[in-house]
């Protein structure tokens, strides 16, 4: 295997199997050892550690500069692993992962006694998943341990969706990261909390409310929290200013054919005042307007594509330097509500609404 190192993180690659069995061999022996490694998911790149090691799930808040309030997300690799952390297991988190496992849907479900509180930030209840990305299966198959993971960026920062991402947040920080390509989903899983009378979408992601509703028979939407509202938000992660560029970013939202004229203005309007501005559009808004500093997400027909390039797009802008960046905005249904959701976190409450 070749091991690169980069400011002293292990770079062990996993881009085919005999590599990925290597990696995953190597990198389940630092987690055994209560070491952080990063690793591919097919969501983002998650920071690991061993679920059950408070000292070693201390390590991630400490790495990532996380509020001790934000609780991890535990990566599983099958039903005994749930068993050992959840009580009691409700009959729809059965239904849902028969449907969704492995994959990008994560369930909040109440915790047992045995689980650490620094995993779920003193919360009763803690949040589980099975990952489909085979880097993270081959990992958590040869670590035998739960694994929390939130994503491998620094607090506040776009989430990582290549090895290279996590590297520019985290290298010196952590023992190793697994590089096993470009994340395929490249938003976060959509959290869903079964704890409570009747469910509640946290988060939304790419198992989208109305495949949860279908399966389930009743209707899940996105919880109604806002920050403004000063109540207590159900899932910490909600009052935290998420995957910010460094930039501040605009969202402007409205129907297409205003769209165009309305970051043309806004275009204008920073530009003439002496800013380096970003546009964050579609292909299809792309062809009418000029700037060096332009970034093509893809096409509005393809929600899914143009989630997987967001956290990429966003880092990009770092790289280039803009000093301002404005976003296109887009349908917020199905996978579009994730992008959107994102998008707004990003924009901090910078929305424009076209009228
Ligand atoms: P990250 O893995 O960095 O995307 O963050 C995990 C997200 O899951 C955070 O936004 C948390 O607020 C949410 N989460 C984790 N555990 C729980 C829990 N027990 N209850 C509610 N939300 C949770
Ligand atoms: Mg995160």
């Not at 992601?205 to 938000?233: D, F, H």
């Not at 004229?261 to 501005?277: F, I, R, V």
């Not at 797009?313 to 770092?318: I, S, T, V, Y």
């Not at 992008?339 to 707004?344: A, G, I, K, S, T």
Request: net charge neutral; aromatic share 6%; charged share 20%.
């Amino acid at each position: 295997m070749t091991v690169k190192k980069r400011a002293g993180t292990y770079v062990y690659e996993a881009k085919d199997p005999a590599a990925m069995a290597k990696a995953a061999k190597a990198a389940a022996k630092l987690l055994q050892q209560g070491k952080l490694v990063a690793f591919p998911t097919e969501t983002v790149y998650g920071l690991g550690a061993n679920a059950w090691d408070e000292k070693a799930v201390e390590k991630i808040f400490f790495a990532k500069g996380r509020p001790a309030d934000n609780p991890l997300i535990v990566h599983i690799s099958g039903p005994r692993q749930l068993e050992a952390l959840a009580d009691p297991i409700p009959a729809e988190a059965w239904l849902l992962a028969e449907r969704f496992w492995p994959g990008p849907l994560t369930l909040v479900l109440p915790k047992k006694t045995q689980v650490p509180d620094v995993v779920t930030g003193g919360l009763k209840t803690v949040a589980v998943r099975i990952p489909r990305h085979p880097v993270a299966l081959a990992l958590l198959q040869e670590a035998d341990l739960p694994l929390a993971a939130p994503s491998a960026n620094l607090s506040g920062r776009p989430s990582p969706t290549t090895a290279e991402h996590v590297l520019t947040d985290l290298a010196g920080r952590i023992e190793a990261v697994v590089d096993g390509g470009p994340c395929e989903v490249g938003l976060e899983s959509t959290v869903l909390d079964l704890s409570r009378e009747t469910p509640q979408i946290l988060r939304p992601g790419a198992v989208t409310a109305q495949e949860i509703s279908e399966l389930l028979g009743q209707n899940c939407v996105l919880t109604r929290w806002q920050e403004e509202s000063g109540a207590k938000p159900p899932s910490p992660g909600l009052k935290y200013l998420h995957y910010a560029p460094q930039a501040p970013l605009y969202l402007l939202r409205g129907e297409p054919q205003r769209l165009v004229s309305g970051l043309q203005k806004e275009q204008q309007k920073w530009e003439a005042a002496g800013n380096k501005t970003g546009l964050l559009v579609s292909a299809e808004t792309a062809p009418f307007l000029q700037s060096d500093y332009l970034l093509v997400l893809g096409s509005r027909t393809d929600p899914a594509g143009m989630a997987a390039r967001l956290y990429d797009a966003l880092r990009r802008f770092d790289r280039l330097g803009v000093d301002v960046i404005l976003a296109e905005g887009y349908p917020a249904t199905g996978v579009g509500l994730a992008l959107m959701n994102r998008l707004q976190k990003a924009a901090g409450g910078r929305v424009i609404d076209l009228e």
